[in-house]
């Protein structure tokens, strides 16, 4: 078992964001540092799929992200790039308590937490792991009936695009990843 940590970097600063253990024998499970002490477990969500909504709004989850959200139940919430969110519950609580806490008590942090907050829904996917889809959310994402659906692993939690929408987010993404290593390259 091996302890790493995860930091973020601001000039001269260092600061621990996450700190996790990885374990081999437990199928690429990482463990996390709570913040009252201790270890959990999460799974890790990787990889790219495309899923159709179907009649009543139900969106299939890939099988390898299932478990996990039947588990512990999870938060299907709006994202700011125009798609919706899917965190595991725990995730979801510790994340955007963190944020609430510090938006300021203006009129534009209190309309970002009724976005936020207001706009989220705590449920579980059901026996054949779908998801519900309440018909605000998907009109906020652009995700329609028969349409298909890009489900994506952004490691703590599972992003839901518009298809279409999607391939031109992750073409930008993929030109700026490339454009960093570039940069990154030529300061050694």
Partial sequence: MTLCRIVLTCGSLWVIVAQAKDDSRSGGAKWHRRPNGGWDRRDV?????RHNVDSKGRLVLPSRYRNQLKEQGCVVAKGQDGHLMVFPKNVYEEKRAAEALALPNTPAGRQ????MFGGAEE???DSSGRLLLRADLRSFAKLEIGEPVAVVGVYDHIELWNADVYERVRELGDAAYLD????DEGRE
Avoid: C, I
């Fill in 45 to 49: 969500f990787l990889g790219e799929d």
């Fill in 112 to 115: 970002f937490r009724r976005t």
């Fill in 180 to 183: 960093y290593e570039e940069e």
């Fill in 123 to 125: 449920q579980a996917p």
